[in-house]
């Protein structure tokens, strides 16, 4: 079975640019998750999908942060315009339901230098 | 608002020995408590998961205990290897919520 897929692997940046990172889910998977990681701290969840559907986005900075999953299966996260403490890895994984005693299954995630 | 403090941040032992990771959490009305692995540059793995109702779960050398009551978790790795040199992460889920709340993690180093 193949897991979750992100790409980039690691993307430098200048501030006020532009980025958008891809994730996969594992086949079949119908919830999605987004998640900030910086240096030394635990990830934090910027959103969760169920399908097609945002279920929590409270966390989601919204004046840059922008993320869809438009068919319920792949989805994109971007940031316009990137800040230097946006510097982290941002890592996706997906469960099989909306289900708390359901795993979730991580990629590797996408590490964002902001310069 | 709910916080997750683990402790030790680093740890550091010879190659057999049995050790202890600590995990407390501030507020005790939690539905699950998860521990994960983290190696570098590569995502999480889910090592156990504990329901609110239980107290113990093991999975080969590992074994996790949760006191809900006292806001305390124990993940106790025997007979240690270099092997299980990662990061590890405790994170709890809230009642009626289905956010994962993380700590930053013990990174152990288990020397040969």
């Known amino acids: 079975e193949a897991g979750v897929a992100q790409s980039p692997r690691y993307k430098i940046i200048e501030k006020r640019q532009s980025v958008a990172f891809w994730c996969n889910p594992i086949?079949?998977?119908?919830?999605l998750y987004w998640y900030q990681q910086i240096l030394g701290q635990g990830p934090k969840l910027l959103i969760q999908f169920q399908n097609n559907g945002v279920v929590d986005d409270s966390q989601l900075p919204k004046d840059r942060f922008s993320a869809e999953r438009l068919k319920g299966v792949d989805s994109t996260l971007k940031i316009q315009p990137a800040k230097l403490e946006d510097s982290a890895v941002y890592l996706c994984?997906?469960?099989?339901?909306?289900?708390?005693?359901?795993?979730?299954?991580f990629g590797p995630g996408t590490r964002l230098t902001v310069l | 608002k709910q916080e997750v403090t683990q402790i030790p941040a680093a740890l550091s032992v010879p190659e057999g020995e049995n050790l202890v990771l600590n995990c407390s959490f501030t507020?005790?009305?939690?539905?699950?408590l998860q521990w994960f692995r983290q190696d570098p540059g590569k995502g999480l793995t889910s090592l156990l998961l504990?329901?609110?109702?239980?107290r113990e779960q093991t999975s080969g050398r590992l074994n996790a205990s949760l006191d809900k009551s006292s806001g305390r978790s124990t993940l106790y790795i025997a007979a240690s290897q270099p092997g299980d040199s990662a990061t590890y992460l405790c994170a709890v889920s809230g009642a009626g919520s289905y956010q994962l709340t993380f700590g930053k993690g013990t990174k152990l180093s288990v020397i040969p």
């Open positions: 507020d005790s009305a939690i539905y699950n």
């Open positions: 994984a997906s469960s099989q339901e909306l289900d708390l005693a359901d795993t979730q299954y």
């Open positions: 086949s079949g998977h119908a919830t």
């Open positions: 504990i329901q609110s109702s239980q």
